[in-house]
Protein backbone atom coordinates (compact mmCIF):
# COMPACT_ATOMS: atom_id res chain seq x y z
CA UNK A 1 0.00 0.00 0.00
CA UNK A 2 1.45 3.69 -0.87
CA UNK A 3 2.58 4.98 2.27
CA UNK A 4 0.16 8.15 1.99
CA UNK A 5 -2.89 6.27 1.70
CA UNK A 6 -1.68 4.09 4.06
CA UNK A 7 -1.21 7.12 6.68
CA UNK A 8 -4.97 8.86 5.53
CA UNK A 9 -6.65 5.67 5.80
CA UNK A 10 -4.60 5.37 9.56
CA UNK A 11 -5.51 8.52 10.37
CA UNK A 12 -9.17 8.17 9.80
CA UNK A 13 -9.43 4.66 11.56
CA UNK A 14 -9.71 6.59 15.27
CA UNK A 15 -12.43 8.75 14.12
CA UNK A 16 -14.50 5.67 12.70
CA UNK A 17 -14.28 4.42 16.00
CA UNK A 18 -15.51 7.49 17.66
CA UNK A 19 -18.88 7.55 14.99
CA UNK A 20 -19.72 4.23 15.56
CA UNK A 21 -19.72 4.65 19.35
CA UNK A 22 -22.14 7.95 18.61
CA UNK A 23 -23.81 5.94 16.52
CA UNK A 24 -25.16 4.03 19.53
CA UNK A 25 -28.06 6.61 20.27
CA UNK A 26 -30.18 5.05 17.15
CA UNK A 27 -29.80 1.78 19.03
CA UNK A 28 -30.06 1.61 22.55
CA UNK A 29 -33.32 2.99 24.13
CA UNK A 30 -32.09 3.38 27.19
CA UNK A 31 -29.09 5.53 29.20
CA UNK A 32 -25.78 3.77 29.60
CA UNK A 33 -25.74 2.06 33.49
CA UNK A 34 -23.05 3.76 35.71
CA UNK A 35 -20.95 -0.32 36.08
CA UNK A 36 -20.76 -0.37 31.98
CA UNK A 37 -20.16 3.15 31.67
CA UNK A 38 -16.80 2.63 34.39
CA UNK A 39 -15.72 -0.56 32.55
CA UNK A 40 -15.84 1.43 29.53
CA UNK A 41 -13.84 4.34 31.16
CA UNK A 42 -11.34 1.93 32.68
CA UNK A 43 -10.67 -0.28 29.59
CA UNK A 44 -9.88 3.61 27.93
CA UNK A 45 -7.35 4.36 30.36
CA UNK A 46 -5.77 1.11 30.03
CA UNK A 47 -5.54 1.37 26.31
CA UNK A 48 -3.73 4.66 26.66
CA UNK A 49 -1.48 3.80 29.57
CA UNK A 50 -0.39 1.06 27.15
CA UNK A 51 -0.02 3.10 24.45
CA UNK A 52 2.13 5.75 25.98
CA UNK A 53 4.80 3.36 27.34
CA UNK A 54 4.64 0.72 24.00
CA UNK A 55 3.76 3.08 20.95
CA UNK A 56 5.61 6.04 22.02
CA UNK A 57 7.57 6.65 25.29
CA UNK A 58 9.72 3.46 23.87
CA UNK A 59 9.97 4.03 20.36
CA UNK A 60 11.33 7.64 22.02
CA UNK A 61 13.79 6.06 23.74
CA UNK A 62 15.33 3.73 20.59
CA UNK A 63 15.02 6.56 18.20
CA UNK A 64 17.35 8.67 20.73
CA UNK A 65 19.49 6.05 20.89
CA UNK A 66 19.93 5.29 17.20
CA UNK A 67 20.73 8.58 16.76
CA UNK A 68 23.46 9.00 19.30
CA UNK A 69 21.69 11.28 21.64
CA UNK A 70 21.09 10.84 25.42
CA UNK A 71 18.74 7.92 25.52
CA UNK A 72 16.37 9.70 28.01
CA UNK A 73 16.27 13.09 27.42
CA UNK A 74 13.77 13.37 24.79
CA UNK A 75 11.33 10.93 26.72
CA UNK A 76 11.68 12.87 29.96
CA UNK A 77 11.49 16.35 28.68
CA UNK A 78 8.61 15.21 26.18
CA UNK A 79 7.01 13.33 28.70
CA UNK A 80 6.51 16.05 31.08
CA UNK A 81 6.35 19.22 28.46
CA UNK A 82 2.78 16.89 27.26
CA UNK A 83 1.74 16.62 30.92
CA UNK A 84 2.27 20.54 31.49
CA UNK A 85 0.60 21.45 27.91
CA UNK A 86 -2.66 19.15 28.90
CA UNK A 87 -2.54 21.22 32.43
CA UNK A 88 -2.42 24.66 30.53
CA UNK A 89 -5.89 23.67 28.38
CA UNK A 90 -7.52 21.90 31.23
CA UNK A 91 -7.45 24.94 33.54
CA UNK A 92 -7.72 27.44 30.69
CA UNK A 93 -10.82 25.99 28.55
CA UNK A 94 -14.44 26.17 29.84
CA UNK A 95 -15.40 21.51 29.81
CA UNK A 96 -17.86 19.64 31.82
CA UNK A 97 -16.95 16.16 32.77
CA UNK A 98 -19.41 13.25 32.86
CA UNK A 99 -21.24 13.04 35.96
CA UNK A 100 -19.98 16.58 37.17
CA UNK A 101 -22.12 19.56 38.30
CA UNK A 102 -19.30 22.06 38.33
CA UNK A 103 -17.54 22.94 35.37
CA UNK A 104 -13.97 23.05 34.81
CA UNK A 105 -11.36 26.00 33.36
CA UNK A 106 -12.18 29.30 33.00
CA UNK A 107 -15.65 30.40 33.74
CA UNK A 108 -17.64 30.68 30.50
CA UNK A 109 -21.50 31.20 29.35
CA UNK A 110 -21.31 27.64 27.03
CA UNK A 111 -24.52 25.56 27.66
CA UNK A 112 -23.45 21.82 29.76
CA UNK A 113 -23.91 20.02 26.26
CA UNK A 114 -21.44 21.80 24.75
CA UNK A 115 -18.97 21.94 27.95
CA UNK A 116 -19.71 17.95 27.93
CA UNK A 117 -18.25 17.90 24.43
CA UNK A 118 -15.21 20.01 25.35
CA UNK A 119 -14.32 17.74 27.60
CA UNK A 120 -14.33 14.95 25.03
CA UNK A 121 -12.62 17.27 22.23
CA UNK A 122 -9.61 18.16 25.44
CA UNK A 123 -9.37 14.72 25.88
CA UNK A 124 -9.20 13.92 22.20
CA UNK A 125 -6.56 15.97 20.95
CA UNK A 126 -3.72 14.36 22.53
CA UNK A 127 -4.55 10.83 21.12
CA UNK A 128 -4.75 12.60 17.20
CA UNK A 129 -1.20 13.51 18.40
CA UNK A 130 -0.09 10.14 19.44
CA UNK A 131 -1.58 8.54 15.93
CA UNK A 132 -0.16 11.47 13.77
CA UNK A 133 3.45 11.52 15.52
CA UNK A 134 3.59 7.37 15.25
CA UNK A 135 2.74 7.71 11.53
CA UNK A 136 4.74 10.51 10.73
CA UNK A 137 7.91 8.25 12.37
CA UNK A 138 6.96 5.75 9.82
CA UNK A 139 7.15 8.04 7.26
CA UNK A 140 10.11 9.16 7.96
CA UNK A 141 11.98 6.23 7.46
CA UNK A 142 12.71 5.42 10.79
CA UNK A 143 13.37 2.12 11.75
CA UNK A 144 12.06 1.84 15.03
CA UNK A 145 8.45 2.52 14.11
CA UNK A 146 6.78 0.43 11.27
CA UNK A 147 3.53 0.56 9.61
CA UNK A 148 2.29 -2.37 11.48
CA UNK A 149 3.05 -0.52 14.81
CA UNK A 150 1.51 2.50 13.41
CA UNK A 151 -1.96 0.69 12.40
CA UNK A 152 -1.74 -1.01 15.91
CA UNK A 153 -1.80 2.21 17.73
CA UNK A 154 -5.09 3.39 15.40
CA UNK A 155 -6.74 0.15 15.73
CA UNK A 156 -5.78 0.44 19.90
CA UNK A 157 -6.87 3.88 20.32
CA UNK A 158 -10.12 3.47 17.62
CA UNK A 159 -11.43 0.43 19.68
CA UNK A 160 -11.44 2.70 23.06
CA UNK A 161 -12.72 5.42 21.07
CA UNK A 162 -16.37 3.22 20.40
CA UNK A 163 -17.30 3.83 23.85
CA UNK A 164 -16.21 7.31 24.06
CA UNK A 165 -18.26 8.07 21.70
CA UNK A 166 -21.65 6.44 22.88
CA UNK A 167 -20.54 7.75 26.66
CA UNK A 168 -20.69 11.38 24.87
CA UNK A 169 -23.85 10.92 22.84
CA UNK A 170 -26.25 8.65 25.53
CA UNK A 171 -26.29 11.67 28.06
CA UNK A 172 -27.35 14.11 25.70
CA UNK A 173 -30.19 11.79 24.27
CA UNK A 174 -31.54 11.57 28.25
CA UNK A 175 -31.01 15.26 28.63
CA UNK A 176 -33.82 15.85 25.98
CA UNK A 177 -31.09 16.73 22.67
CA UNK A 178 -32.92 14.84 19.68
CA UNK A 179 -30.85 12.00 18.35
CA UNK A 180 -29.19 12.68 15.32
CA UNK A 181 -27.63 15.96 17.03
CA UNK A 182 -26.29 14.05 19.85
CA UNK A 183 -24.73 11.91 17.30
CA UNK A 184 -23.40 14.91 15.22
CA UNK A 185 -21.72 16.29 18.72
CA UNK A 186 -20.41 12.91 19.55
CA UNK A 187 -18.89 12.82 15.66
CA UNK A 188 -17.54 16.52 15.82
CA UNK A 189 -15.71 15.42 19.05
CA UNK A 190 -13.70 13.28 17.07
CA UNK A 191 -12.88 15.55 14.71
CA UNK A 192 -9.90 17.02 16.70
CA UNK A 193 -8.15 13.27 16.31
CA UNK A 194 -7.21 13.58 12.77
CA UNK A 195 -7.05 17.27 12.90
CA UNK A 196 -4.18 16.85 15.52
CA UNK A 197 -2.91 13.92 13.93
CA UNK A 198 -2.41 15.55 10.44
CA UNK A 199 -1.17 18.77 12.23
CA UNK A 200 1.37 16.70 13.90
CA UNK A 201 2.72 14.63 11.00
CA UNK A 202 3.41 17.99 9.43
CA UNK A 203 5.58 19.32 12.28
CA UNK A 204 7.70 16.17 12.30
CA UNK A 205 7.99 16.68 8.58
CA UNK A 206 9.73 19.70 8.75
CA UNK A 207 12.01 19.17 12.11
CA UNK A 208 12.58 15.61 12.41
CA UNK A 209 14.87 15.95 15.15
CA UNK A 210 12.07 16.35 17.50
CA UNK A 211 10.06 13.18 16.27
CA UNK A 212 11.17 11.63 19.89
CA UNK A 213 10.09 14.87 21.45
CA UNK A 214 6.93 14.70 19.90
CA UNK A 215 6.36 11.14 20.74
CA UNK A 216 7.17 11.54 24.11
CA UNK A 217 4.93 14.75 24.11
CA UNK A 218 1.92 13.23 23.37
CA UNK A 219 2.70 10.31 25.74
CA UNK A 220 2.81 12.71 28.55
CA UNK A 221 -0.51 14.24 27.26
CA UNK A 222 -2.52 10.83 26.85
CA UNK A 223 -1.21 10.06 30.46
CA UNK A 224 -2.68 13.47 32.45
CA UNK A 225 -5.72 12.49 31.03
CA UNK A 226 -5.91 9.32 32.12
CA UNK A 227 -4.71 10.28 35.84
CA UNK A 228 -7.11 13.16 35.57
CA UNK A 229 -9.95 12.49 34.30
CA UNK A 230 -10.67 8.57 33.33
CA UNK A 231 -9.50 7.11 36.06
CA UNK A 232 -10.77 9.52 38.54
CA UNK A 233 -14.26 8.80 36.92
CA UNK A 234 -13.91 4.76 36.65
CA UNK A 235 -13.41 4.89 39.86
CA UNK A 236 -16.28 7.23 41.57
CA UNK A 237 -18.80 6.47 44.22
CA UNK A 238 -20.42 4.05 44.36
CA UNK A 239 -16.72 2.05 44.74
CA UNK A 240 -16.41 -1.14 42.10
CA UNK A 241 -13.92 -3.25 41.04
CA UNK A 242 -15.09 -2.76 37.34
CA UNK A 243 -13.28 0.24 36.82
CA UNK A 244 -9.69 -1.77 37.52
CA UNK A 245 -10.79 -4.95 35.57
CA UNK A 246 -11.51 -2.61 32.32
CA UNK A 247 -7.83 -0.78 33.52
CA UNK A 248 -6.58 -4.39 32.85
CA UNK A 249 -7.97 -5.34 29.90
CA UNK A 250 -7.23 -2.31 27.92
CA UNK A 251 -3.85 -2.44 29.03
CA UNK A 252 -3.66 -6.06 27.79
CA UNK A 253 -5.89 -5.51 24.83
CA UNK A 254 -2.92 -2.48 23.66
CA UNK A 255 0.34 -4.34 24.76
CA UNK A 256 -0.88 -7.26 22.82
CA UNK A 257 -1.44 -5.60 19.60
CA UNK A 258 1.53 -3.03 19.85
CA UNK A 259 3.73 -6.05 20.35
CA UNK A 260 1.80 -8.65 17.97
CA UNK A 261 1.89 -6.31 14.92
CA UNK A 262 4.37 -3.95 15.97
Not at 70 to 79: D, I, N, Y
Not at 187 to 194: H, N, W
Amino acid sequence: MDAVLATILGLAIPLAGTTLGAAMVFIMKKQMGSSLQKALLGFASGVMMAASVWSLLIPAIDMAAAAGKTEWLPAVVGFLAGMGFLLVLDMVIPHLHMNADKPEGKKSQLGKSLMLVLAVTLHNLPEGMAVGVVFAGFLSGSSTVTIAGAFALAIGIAIQNFPEGAIISMPLVSSGMSKRKAFRYGFLSGIVEPVGAALTILLTASISSVLPYILSFAAGAMTYVVVEELIPEAQAEPHTNIGTIGVGLGFALMMLLDIALG
